[in-house]
């Protein structure tokens, strides 16, 4: 089983940044690959971006160019910077870990944009 952990939302207003963290309860390299979703209130749940465990990213359309993930392996730590945030980017972000082809969410952290 993996466990993990998001933190680093709040409130921000259009234009600004934030960071995310996403901590693991075991070694990120034996895990399959990390990924950031998230729902904003009436929506579905969307994936935002992926890394795998090999390093290689993934991202959605909509916040290419606007969002990094990254990952600390000796902190078995996986980021998402989000730059030039909308209002539309108001959501809750969770953090999902695939590990021997379960999937672990978190609990997710709130991202409010303001205009």
């Known amino acids: 089983q993996v466990q993990v952990v998001e933190s680093g939302g709040g409130l921000v207003q259009a234009g600004g940044s934030l960071g995310l963290s996403c901590v693991a309860s075991r070694s990120i390299f034996s895990i399959d690959s990390m990924a950031w979703y998230r729902q904003a209130p009436g929506k579905q749940r969307e994936l935002v971006a992926t890394i795998t465990s090999a390093g290689s990213t993934n991202y959605a359309d909509f916040v290419k160019g606007r969002f990094t993930i990254s990952r600390d392996n000796a902190k078995n730590t996986v980021f998402l910077l989000l730059n030039s945030l909308k209002p539309e980017d108001t959501a809750v972000y969770y953090c999902?870990?695939?590990?021997?082809?379960?999937?672990?969410w978190g609990q997710g952290t709130q991202v409010t944009v303001s205009s």
């Open positions: 999902r870990a695939t590990y021997i082809t379960r999937y672990y």
